[in-house]
């Protein structure tokens, strides 16, 4: 069918298109400060190994303690002290007192896929919320954990809410409530242990984790240092902080960047990611790529496909055209395609299948590595923010 539009006509409609879609979703402020809270209390995890050593001092213990300590609970599946048969009884209740508060209590625990995926509702010690989510795939004897290795990946959060203002996420929809501290980040990880044995950990869930860097960082610096696990294991996303994204780079920390794009032009990204209006598209590309530079780590590219919204072919070569752009080439970056898990109330849904496929021939014909997602989750509330939304509406409903 023929578009007799003129081009003044075509490019009204398509701003008209864009205001309605805006509007499907709540509208906030980008926040890039977390509002200020009472602080958690100090936990074992937030004390650097100095810290760590004069801590077990000033407790009249030895000063091996610390290191003792230090491979209880970084290297073994323990958080409970009173546990811990290698340390005096009579030490052992003070340590859990002084050195490591309860941080997380689980409220909700839904589980999908024969019990292999399962999502957890935290409450912090100020009665905030958090959630994370273990998939565990290829366990013996579970089909529905799908087939090869088995390997197990823990998404887990690094704020509770988000301030990133994302139209079309729960999370971006509720607001920022404040920073994660790194024992509360870390203590994610050490839950998520006690079930399985990790194999990847993706910061992915609520938050923004490059608006909490430094607490986010020094959480990467345990993980990859005290407890074992391999940077190449461990993904970070960012809906593209520029200069956090930079700093990054710098860390030595070869982790995988995750950048959640959404859209391959200004116009579109200033919708769905709001914070574009302050660091546009090509200048997020170019900063990932440089981080590609930098860490030789591969760049993926995160792209939830919207339904008439941002899956257009058009707009599949127009991300392709970024993407390779600038002499870059295609051998730095994957695009991970996610088919968009709806939030309550939006208006906005995932593609038809046919146009997601075609979006996936579109960047494969340009030579871009690309895949869709594995939807798991979906029967329960799994998109970051779905689950803590619900609580929260309950609640006030109660």
Known sequence: MTDHRSEAERAAAEAEELERH?????????????????????????LKPAERVAAVLAAGLPK????????????????????????????????????????????????ADAGTTV???????DGQMIESVLMRYGVPGVPASGS??????????????????????????GGLRRNLSTGEIVAQVKEAQKVARLTNVVLM???????????????????????????????????????RMRELAAEGLPVTLAVSLHAPDDELRDTLV?????????EVVGAAHEYFQATGRRVSIE???????????????????????GGRGTGWVHVNLIPLNPTPGSRWTASRPRDADEFVRRLERR????????????????????????????????
């Open 274 to 282: 709001p914070v574009n209006q302050r660091f546009g598209v090509r």
């Open 367 to 398: 030579r871009i590595a690309v895949t869709i997602r594995d939807t798991r989750g979906r029967e329960i509330d799994g998109a970051c923010g779905q689950l803590a939304a619900a609580e929260r509406s309950g609640a006030a409903s109660r």
């Open 64 to 111: 091996f303690r610390a290191a003792q300590i230090d491979r209880h609970y970084f290297r073994s599946n323990s958080d409970d002290p009173t546990r811990w048969t290698d340390l005096p009884t009579a030490v052992r209740t003070d340590i859990a007192r002084d050195f490591f508060p309860r941080l997380l209590t689980p409220i909700r625990v839904q589980t």
């Open 205 to 243: 869930g609520m938050g923004e984790p490059l608006a909490n860097y430094k607490r986010v960082v020094r959480a990467l610096r345990l993980m990859t240092g005290e407890m074992g696990l391999s940077a190449r294991g461990i993904t970070v996303s960012t809906v593209g902080l520029v200069p």
């Open 22 to 46: 805006a509007r499907a979703g709540r509208v906030r402020p980008v926040v890039f400060k977390a509002p200020a809270a009472p602080a958690p209390p100090t936990h074992w995890a937030d």
């Open 148 to 173: 090869g290795r088995q390997r197990a990946t823990l998404c887990f959060s690094s704020q509770a809410g988000c301030g990133m203002a994302c139209p079309f996420c729960a999370t971006g929809q």
């Open 303 to 325: 792209y939830a496909l919207i339904r008439d919204v941002n899956d257009q072919a058009a707009r599949a070569d127009a991300l392709a055209d970024l993407l390779a752009g």
């Open 119 to 125: 999502k957890t509702l935290w409450r912090l010690h």
